[in-house]
T-cell receptor
Framework: DTGVSQDPRHKITKRGQNVTFRCDPI?????LYWYRQTLGQGPEFLTYFQNEAQLEKSRLLSDRFSAERPKGSFSTLEIQRTEQGDSAMYLC????????????FGSGTQLSVL | RKEVEQDPGPFNVPEGATVAFNCTYSNSASQSFFWYRQDCRKEPKLLMSVYSSGNEDGRFTAQLNRASQYISLLIRDSKLSDSATYLC??????????FGKGTHLIIQP
């Protein structure tokens, strides 16, 4: 499968714990995006990278959230001191240099904070 | 006013019928427009781009009205497999692509 892959698919954690998610984009795609989606809502933009550079961060991304893409390939999203309000589907997407606005999404990581 | 607004539905439509829904956007500087489809518990997938001149892909027709700042999606001869949430997506804002909340479509046999 050469699509966008995310790991884990599901994560259950207790409030206050740290969690980290991984995203592997389509190999030739230079842009990588993180979105968050809750039930009944559309995906909300969190941040995006062009290669290894983080170019945009949403105001939704509090200081408890950090994302990295150290070698311009896979990315990680870490949430520190999780809160119940962090429970959501975290979606990763990538796009190619020739068509930056066509996003290919991964299956997402469903986070439940108890 | 929200950046991208859609009627959440659900739209309950008999199989074979034609259904249309609109999406309005607030940023007049928006340049690109898309419809994504999202099945239950799945990731969004691009359905079609929306061009100024309007475009058609099989049973699906998308149109853009810049003056009134809305885009539309028309589905003809609807199939059971068309049941999904349809997300309106607009580019040009501070956060790149902005998604609407989606319109939930249910095609009934």
């Amino acid at each position: 499968d050469t699509g966008v892959s995310q790991d884990p698919r599901h994560k259950i954690t207790k409030r206050g714990q740290n969690v980290t998610f991984r995203c592997d984009p389509i190999s030739e795609h230079n842009r990588l995006y993180w979105y968050r989606q809750t039930l009944g809502q559309g995906p909300e933009f969190l941040t995006y990278f062009q290669n290894e550079a983080q170019l945009e961060k949403s105001r939704l991304l509090s200081d408890r959230f950090s994302a990295e893409r150290p070698k311009g390939s896979f990315s990680t999203l870490e949430i520190q001191r999780t809160e119940q309000g962090d429970s959501a589907m975290y979606l990763c997407a990538s796009s190619s240099p020739g068509n930056n606005e066509k996003l290919f999404f991964g299956s997402g990581t469903q986070l439940s904070v108890l | 006013r929200k950046e991208v607004e859609q009627d959440p539905g659900p739209f309950n439509v008999p199989e074979g019928a034609t259904v249309a829904f609109n999406c309005t956007y607030s940023n007049s500087a928006s340049q690109s427009f898309f419809w994504y489809r999202q099945d239950c518990r799945k990731e969004p997938k691009l359905l079609m781009s929306v061009y100024s001149s309007g475009n058609e892909d099989g049973r699906f027709t998308a149109q853009l009205n810049r003056a009134s700042q809305y885009i539309s999606l028309l589905i003809r001869d609807s199939k059971l497999s068309d049941s999904a949430t349809y997300l309106c997506v607009v580019s040009g804002g501070a956060d790149g692509l902005t998604f609407g909340k989606g319109t939930h479509l249910i095609i009934q046999p």
